[in-house]
Structure formats: structure tokens, C-alpha cells
């Protein structure tokens, strides 16, 4: 076989492996990297999620998110945007429909209380809004942000 048949399997070798490395590195859990990697890697692409929605709805769930962020200068991190995303995600799990008016809304509703929160412990590392912040958001607004929680005005629930 002539040099350049070599040089040919060489390539095509080394760009076989580069393949097979770089979808262990995409598709494998991170747990084989070391914690100080990972923690480095995290506060890297805090402000990236990989949205990745099994349905319609949670893809426009995550835009109201977003834009809500980006419309009140608010940043939030990534597991802060998961926490508002879960009661939404059960409800349309569980019951098969979702009123994204009203989910809009609540979000909307949240998002201003979270605009006034200026406390340390609501704020990660990089000054983003974390998931504490979003505890006092559904506490300050609890019983009146449907889906997250059915709306009892009529029964006397605060409404701050």
C-alpha cells in the first residue's frame, strides 16, 4: 500500500475517534468529570439551558420566561427558570390541557414581584436571580397564578 493509501486510513481513523469522543462527551452523563470541571463549566454557560421540550406548550412556556428576563432587565439562572417551569410542566402532564393565556399572565405576575426582589440571598454568584427568589415570588403570589396554583380571590387569597 503507497504512503497516501496510509495517510488516507490515518485520517479517516483520527476523525472516527474525534466523533466517537465527542458524542461520549454530548450524550454521557458529566459524572466522570471531575466536581471542580463540572462547577467551572456551570458558571461558565450559566445564563445557557438546552431547551429541549417535549411539547408545543413548554416551548412557549420557556419564551414567556425569557421574555419577561429580557423585557424587565432581569436575569435568572437556569434552575430558576426550571422551578417556575415545573407546575406548569406536572399540570399539562396530569390533565392534558394548559391555558397558556393564563400561564402568560401568572408568569407576568411572578416576574414583577421578582423585579423588586433585592435581597443577597435571592441572587447567585453573577447577581442572577436564583431559585429562592422564585420561592418568595410563588409565596408572595400564592393562590392567585394559575396554573401554578388555582386562582381563590373570591376566598380572600393575598394578591401583593
Same mark, same amino acid.
Given at each position: 500500500? *503507497?504512503?497516501?493509501?496510509? !495517510?488516507? /486510513?490515518? &485520517?479517516?481513523?483520527? @476523525?472516527?475517534?474525534?466523533?466517537? #469522543?465527542?458524542?461520549?462527551?454530548?450524550?454521557?452523563?458529566?459524572?466522570?468529570?471531575?466536581?471542580?470541571?463540572?462547577?467551572?463549566?456551570?458558571?461558565?454557560?450559566?445564563?445557557?439551558?438546552?431547551?429541549?421540550?417535549?411539547?408545543?406548550?413548554?416551548?412557549?412556556?420557556?419564551?414567556?420566561?425569557?421574555?419577561?428576563?429580557?423585557?424587565?432587565?432581569?436575569?435568572?439562572?437556569? *434552575?430558576?427558570?426550571?422551578? !417556575?417551569? /415545573?407546575? &406548569?410542566?406536572?399540570? @399539562?402532564?396530569?390533565?392534558?390541557? #394548559?391555558?397558556?393565556?393564563?400561564?402568560?399572565?401568572?408568569?407576568?405576575?411572578?416576574?414583577?414581584?421578582?423585579?423588586?426582589?433585592?435581597?443577597?440571598?435571592?441572587?447567585?454568584?453573577?447577581?442572577?436571580?436564583?431559585?429562592?427568589?422564585?420561592?418568595?415570588?410563588?409565596?408572595?403570589?400564592?393562590?392567585?397564578?394559575?396554573?401554578?396554583?388555582?386562582?381563590?380571590?373570591?376566598?380572600?387569597?393575598?394578591?401583593?
Amino acid at each position: 500500500m *503507497s504512503l497516501e493509501g496510509w !495517510l488516507l /486510513i490515518a &485520517v479517516i481513523t483520527l @476523525l472516527v475517534a474525534c466523533l466517537i #469522543l465527542l458524542a461520549f462527551m454530548v450524550f454521557a452523563p458529566v459524572d466522570w468529570l471531575p466536581h471542580r470541571v463540572r462547577l467551572h463549566f456551570a458558571r461558565q454557560f450559566e445564563g445557557w439551558q438546552w431547551r429541549s421540550y417535549s411539547t408545543p406548550e413548554m416551548s412557549d412556556v420557556d419564551f414567556f420566561i425569557r421574555r419577561n428576563e429580557r423585557s424587565r432587565g432581569l436575569r435568572l439562572t437556569v *434552575s430558576a427558570r426550571q422551578m !417556575l417551569m /415545573i407546575p &406548569v410542566e406536572e399540570r @399539562l402532564y396530569d390533565r392534558g390541557d #394548559l391555558n397558556l393565556g393564563q400561564v402568560e399572565d401568572s408568569i407576568g405576575k411572578l416576574f414583577e414581584v421578582l423585579r423588586y426582589d433585592d435581597s443577597d440571598s435571592s441572587r447567585s454568584g453573577s447577581g442572577a436571580l436564583n431559585s429562592v427568589a422564585v420561592i418568595k415570588a410563588f409565596h408572595a403570589k400564592f393562590c392567585n397564578i394559575p396554573p401554578f396554583c388555582a386562582s381563590t380571590e373570591s376566598e380572600g387569597a393575598r394578591d401583593r
